[in-house]
C-alpha cells in the first residue's frame, strides 16, 4: 500500500473547499508540509494529514484506516489532542514522527514571504504564536539540564524577543546587519551584544527549530 499516496488523495479531498489567512487554497500549504520531509514516508503521510483531524473532522475517520504510527502522529498534532498548549507541545516533542511534521508545518506558516502576505497586525501576531510554539518544541535536549521543564522555555522565549529587539536596533542605528570596522564604538558594541544573545540563543535551541526562528525574522 502507497501510504504517502493514499494521505494525498484523503488530503486533497478533504481540504478541497478550504483557503488560507492569505485567500490561496489550503491544501498549498498541505503540500509544501509534506515537500519538506524527505526520506521518511511515515512522516510524509502524516504531513499530508496533519490538518486533517482538526479542520476536516467529516474525514477523521478515515484517518483511523492508516498504519498506527501515522494514525497516532496525526491525532497527536490535532489541538484537540490535548487539553492545553502546554501538554499538545509536550505530547509532539515525545512523538519524533510528530515532531518532524509540526517543525515542517511551523516553517512553512512562518516563512517571511507568506507572513506579508497577511496584514502587519496578524503577522505580528502569527510571529508571536509560533515563536512561542518553537520555544516549547526547540529546546536543545540534554540530560543535564535540571529544575523546572518551564524555566528553559520561558528563557528561549526571553532571548528571542531580546534577539529581535536588538536586531532592529542595530538595522534602524547602523542601517546594516552585519559588524563593519569603521562603525562608532556604540554601533558596533551594539552589533556585539546582538551576536552574543544569537548564539545563546542558537546554542540554546535544536538546529533546526533555531533556522525556522532565524529565516521567520530575516529580512529579504
Same mark, same amino acid.
Given at each position: 500500500?502507497?501510504? %504517502?499516496?493514499?494521505?494525498?488523495?484523503?488530503?486533497?479531498? /478533504?481540504? *478541497?473547499?478550504?483557503? &488560507?489567512?492569505? #485567500?490561496?487554497?489550503?491544501?498549498?500549504?498541505?503540500?509544501?508540509?509534506?515537500?519538506?520531509?524527505?526520506?521518511? &514516508?511515515?512522516?510524509?503521510?502524516?504531513?499530508? !494529514?496533519?490538518?486533517?483531524?482538526?479542520?476536516?473532522?467529516?474525514?477523521?475517520?478515515? %484517518?483511523?484506516?492508516?498504519?498506527?504510527?501515522?494514525?497516532?502522529?496525526?491525532?497527536?498534532?490535532?489541538?484537540?489532542?490535548?487539553?492545553?498548549?502546554?501538554?499538545?507541545?509536550?505530547?509532539?516533542?515525545?512523538?519524533?514522527?510528530?515532531?518532524? %511534521?509540526?517543525?515542517?508545518?511551523?516553517?512553512?506558516?512562518? &516563512?517571511?514571504?507568506? !507572513?506579508? !502576505?497577511?496584514?502587519? =497586525?496578524? *503577522? #505580528?501576531?502569527?510571529?508571536?504564536?509560533?515563536? *512561542?510554539?518553537?520555544? =516549547?518544541? #526547540? =529546546?536543545?535536549?540534554?540530560?543535564?539540564?535540571?529544575?523546572?521543564?518551564?524555566?528553559?522555555?520561558?528563557?528561549?522565549?526571553?532571548?528571542?524577543?531580546?534577539?529581535?529587539?536588538? =536586531?532592529?536596533?542595530?538595522?534602524?542605528?547602523?542601517?546594516?546587519?552585519?559588524?563593519?570596522?569603521? !562603525?562608532?564604538?556604540?554601533?558596533? /558594541?551594539?552589533?556585539?551584544?546582538?551576536?552574543? %544573545?544569537?548564539?545563546?540563543?542558537?546554542?540554546?535551541?535544536?538546529?533546526?527549530?533555531?533556522?525556522?526562528?532565524?529565516?521567520?525574522?530575516?529580512?529579504?
Amino acid at each position: 500500500m502507497d501510504w %504517502v499516496a493514499q494521505a494525498r488523495a484523503l488530503a486533497t479531498e /478533504a481540504h *478541497a473547499s478550504q483557503r &488560507d489567512k492569505a #485567500g490561496r487554497p489550503y491544501i498549498e500549504h498541505v503540500a509544501r508540509v509534506a515537500a519538506a520531509i524527505h526520506d521518511d &514516508d511515515a512522516a510524509k503521510a502524516a504531513a499530508w !494529514l496533519h490538518d486533517v483531524v482538526e479542520d476536516c473532522p467529516q474525514f477523521a475517520d478515515r %484517518v483511523r484506516d492508516f498504519p498506527q504510527p501515522i494514525h497516532d502522529a496525526v491525532t497527536l498534532l490535532s489541538r484537540q489532542s490535548a487539553p492545553d498548549a502546554a501538554h499538545y507541545y509536550a505530547n509532539i516533542r515525545q512523538h519524533p514522527l510528530a515532531l518532524k %511534521v509540526k517543525l515542517a508545518d511551523i516553517a512553512d506558516n512562518a &516563512d517571511p514571504q507568506r !507572513l506579508r !502576505l497577511l496584514d502587519p =497586525e496578524l *503577522a #505580528g501576531r502569527l510571529q508571536e504564536k509560533y515563536s *512561542a510554539a518553537l520555544a =516549547e518544541l #526547540g =529546546e536543545r535536549r540534554s540530560p543535564q539540564k535540571t529544575g523546572s521543564p518551564a524555566s528553559p522555555r520561558q528563557r528561549l522565549q526571553q532571548m528571542m524577543e531580546a534577539a529581535r529587539t536588538l =536586531e532592529q536596533l542595530v538595522r534602524a542605528t547602523t542601517g546594516r546587519s552585519s559588524t563593519d570596522c569603521d !562603525l562608532p564604538a556604540h554601533q558596533a /558594541a551594539l552589533i556585539k551584544a546582538r551576536d552574543l %544573545v544569537f548564539a545563546e540563543l542558537e546554542a540554546q535551541m535544536e538546529p533546526e527549530a533555531f533556522m525556522i526562528w532565524r529565516t521567520m525574522h530575516s529580512r529579504t
